[in-house]
């Protein structure tokens, strides 16, 4: 009966670590997959109210800004592919961010991956994430 009690008690505090749900569409949207040995895939997206070819733009001078360094940049298809260097390290971590055109706006989307034995916290990607959306709007 103890064994049962604290499994239903250990169940219920974990419960509330669960992400909910906030109204800011860059943490709502937020995903992970993988994990520290073979890596990890952080993904989101976000719907703005600006053209496609300004978010672009934004997004670039935004990741630039973040400390990453732009590998490519293709207007035409909206794909930014990007790199951050590793702390100790000389490794890389890559961001892609695609924008297209979305109703009357754009939607952007975030990838951002860690190598295997590389570590983050899901919250500082998804803070990151967030701040370079912020970046794009202003």
Do not use: W
Not at 93 to 113: D, L, R
Not at 115 to 136: K, N, P, S
């Amino acid at each position: 009966m103890r064994r049962v009690t604290m499994i239903l008690l250990a169940a219920a505090l974990l419960q509330g670590c669960a992400h909910q749900k906030t109204g800011n569409p860059c943490e709502d949207n937020f995903n992970t997959e993988g994990g520290f040995i073979a890596g990890k895939t952080f993904t989101s997206n976000v719907q703005l109210d600006m053209p496609a070819d300004k978010a672009f733009d934004k997004a670039q001078k935004t990741l630039v800004k973040e400390g990453f360094s732009i590998q490519s940049a293709d207007e035409k298809s909206g794909t930014i592919s990007a790199y951050q260097g590793v702390i100790m390290s000389s490794r890389t971590a890559p961001m892609n961010i695609v924008v297209e055109k979305s109703g009357t706006g754009s939607k952007v989307s975030y990838v951002f991956v860690t190598l295997g034995g590389m570590y983050t916290t899901d919250g500082a990607v998804r803070e990151g994430f967030c701040r370079i959306t912020d970046g794009i709007r202003q």
